[in-house]
Every structure is written in C-alpha cells, then in structure tokens.
C-alpha cells in the first residue's frame, strides 16, 4: 500500500505561538490531500480538503485563517495552526488519494498540546 | 465538520466470536465506501471497501455488507482477535469527490 507520512507525530507549544505540520505521501502523488481534526473518543472532523497548486476548501466553521494550508507540490501539504491556544490541542490527521473514489492513505496522526 | 462528533458505542465480543459492526452514512449519492481500523494515538488503517455497485465483498475475516436501500454499511469480522481491540469507522465518498466524510465509529473490545 501507498505511505503517508506526518511530521511531527507530537509537539507541545506555547499558547500564542505558531505550529507547522507537514503530510507527505512517500511513494505516490497525491491529488488531493486532507485534513482531518479528531477530540478523544470523536469521529473524524473533515477540516479542509487541499489540492495542489490551488487553495484549500475549508469546511463550514473551520477559520481559514487560523489553519493555513499550503500544498505546494504533489506530494506534500502543510498545516500552520496559527496562534494556538489550549482549545486548539486536538490529534491531526491527514490523508492523501490518489485518485477520485480510491482508497485515502492516512498519515499517524500528529499530537498538538497547546500550553 | 460534517460527521457528527458523539462519544463512540462500543461494542465487547468475546475472543473467537463473530463481530458485526454497523455504519448508516448520510448521502444517498455516495458511491465507495471503505472501513478504517484506528488504534490508540494513531491514524486510520485501511480494512475494506465497497462499491455502490456491490452489495458485498469479502476480505481475509472480514466482510462488508451494504446496503443501499436504506443506508446501512456493515462490517463482519470473523473470529474475532485480541488484535481487532480497535475503533472502527466507515467512511464515505461521494461521486464526483475525493471527499470523505466519516461515520461516529464504534469501539471494539475484544474480551479473552
């Protein structure tokens, strides 16, 4: 099966400061990439979906903002979770595909704990 | 986000049992669905997918059953292990998107 990779899988930061997390898909280009949030013992929340070269499509109350998404090439996207705060900490996850109604390659998952 | 975000069922089989695992998902137009394995403090695994035109497909000890009628994904696993101990979801995509939207999940206890 195809890779995905995030990085980091955790980081704690500073309430006020600015957090990147990267998702690369390792063996494939992905068309599309995407962003989920997760709280404990929560579904999958759908943030942005990310294609490459275009902006992100945000889902409905998600500050565009706040979650800055960069997908500069086919195999990699970016996540800034700008001036965190404790209400930011959440398990992000991202996803590639490689094609339309195909199967999404998750990444482990990225731990932000906002202090 | 569109999935709803309640705090997930759980679902105890006893080791060697049978597990049957239930998804109704909200859009009458998607047309691939897969179900994800998620293990404590990491990302989801691929289990299985399905086609809108199927009703079912079968794995190694497991099976997807849909259907369209009324909604409804189901997830059978055969002789179930300490190892399936897990959160399931399904997930769906609508024609025309490389949208997924994800069910509330159920969390697996396997019990010995």
């Known amino acids: 099966g195809a890779v995905v990779s995030q990085h980091p899988s955790w980081v704690i930061c500073k309430s006020g400061t600015s957090v990147k997390i990267e998702c690369r898909s390792l063996?494939?280009?992905?068309?599309?990439m995407f962003w989920y949030r997760q709280f404990p013992k929560q579904s999958l929340m759908l943030m942005a979906t990310s294609n490459e070269g275009s902006k992100a499509t945000y889902e409905q109350g998600v500050e565009k903002d706040k979650f800055l998404i960069n997908h500069a090439s086919l195999t990699l996207s970016t996540l800034t979770v700008t001036s965190a705060h404790p209400e930011d900490s959440s398990f992000y996850i991202c996803s590639a595909v490689k094609g339309e109604n195909t199967e999404a390659f998750f990444g482990q998952g990225t731990r932000l704990t906002v202090v | 986000g569109e999935s709803v975000g309640l705090h997930l069922p759980t679902l105890s089989v006893q080791e060697g049992d049978n597990s049957i695992i239930n998804c109704a998902y909200s859009n009458s137009a998607s047309d691939y669905f897969i179900w994800y394995k998620q293990e404590s403090g990491k990302g989801p695994q691929f289990i299985i997918d399905i086609r809108s035109n199927m009703d079912k497909r079968q794995g190694q000890r497991v099976t997807v059953l849909l259907n369209k009628t009324v909604k409804h994904l189901s997830l059978q696993i055969a002789a179930t292990q300490p190892g399936d101990s897990a959160v399931y979801f399904c997930a769906e995509n609508g024609s025309g998107t490389y949208k997924y939207i994800f069910g509330t999940g159920t969390r697996l206890k396997v019990l010995a």
């Open positions: 063996d494939f280009q992905a068309t599309t």
